[in-house]
């Protein structure tokens, strides 16, 4: 059973330029949660998609954005790349009726020079 | 303050040696607790959830105070195995409120 699928895992744009990251959720997953985590700092909440729509939103500009798709597995695109926004990216996976059960996917390292 | 502190670490202790995390949290009505492991470049993973009457999972039990706003794990006869960061989590009220606030996290070295 195949668990959280993130692609790609590493990445290195310029600045200015736009950034796609894709999440699988595991099997039987409906909910999927996006992170942002920067060298040596806890994740930090970007937004969360639930029935193709962002059900909540954290504190991120709206440079980035996200889209789920039917068949539950979610895009990341972040435009005019900062510096800043060079971090781990975690896709996390849940069932709706069990949103704290998060599976984790091992990351998007993007690197912006 | 920030909404979830943790010691800053990081913590260098031998096998064998027992070691304990802290963490504050900000929002009084905070209501679901958690310890997250994350190892070197990889995703976190849950440890273990935390509850009010306290828990224990092996060589690891977690404890809630909400009259102090502080979450706290105790590792027992530390393994090489443990070395890795471990992370507080909280998730804030709120309607709808779907997100995991995660501390900074607190490195643990297990040393031989």
């Known amino acids: 059973d195949a668990g959280v699928t993130q692609s790609p895992t590493h990445l290195i744009k310029t600045r200015g330029q736009q950034v796609t990251l894709r999440c699988s959720p595991k099997s039987g997953h409906d909910t999927v949660s996006w992170y942002q985590q920067a060298l040596g700092q806890g994740p930090q909440f970007i937004f969360q998609y639930y029935e193709e729509e962002e059900r909540q939103r954290g504190n991120f500009p709206d440079r980035f954005s996200g889209h789920q798709f039917p068949n539950y597995s979610s895009e990341l695109n972040v435009n005019a790349l900062w510096l800043g926004d060079s971090a781990l990216y975690l896709c996390?996976?849940?069932?709706?009726?069990?949103?704290?059960?998060?599976?984790f996917g091992s990351g998007t390292r993007l690197t912006v020079v | 303050r920030k909404e979830v502190e943790q010691d800053p670490g990081p913590f260098n202790v031998p096998e064998g040696a027992t070691v304990a995390f802290n963490c504050t949290y900000s929002n009084s009505a905070s209501q679901s607790f958690f310890w997250y492991r994350q190892d070197c470049r990889k995703e976190p993973k849950l440890l273990m959830s935390v509850y009010s009457s306290g828990n224990e999972d092996g060589r690891f039990t977690a404890q809630l105070n909400r009259a102090s706003q502080y979450i706290s794990l105790l590792i027992r006869d530390s393994k090489l195995s443990d070395s890795a960061t471990y992370l507080c989590?909280?998730?804030?009220?709120?309607?709808?409120?779907?997100?995991?606030?995660f501390g900074k996290g607190t490195k643990l070295s297990v040393i031989p």
């Open positions: 989590v909280v998730n804030p009220p709120g309607a709808g409120s779907y997100q995991l606030t």
């Open positions: 996390a996976s849940s069932h709706k009726t069990a949103h704290y059960g998060y599976t």
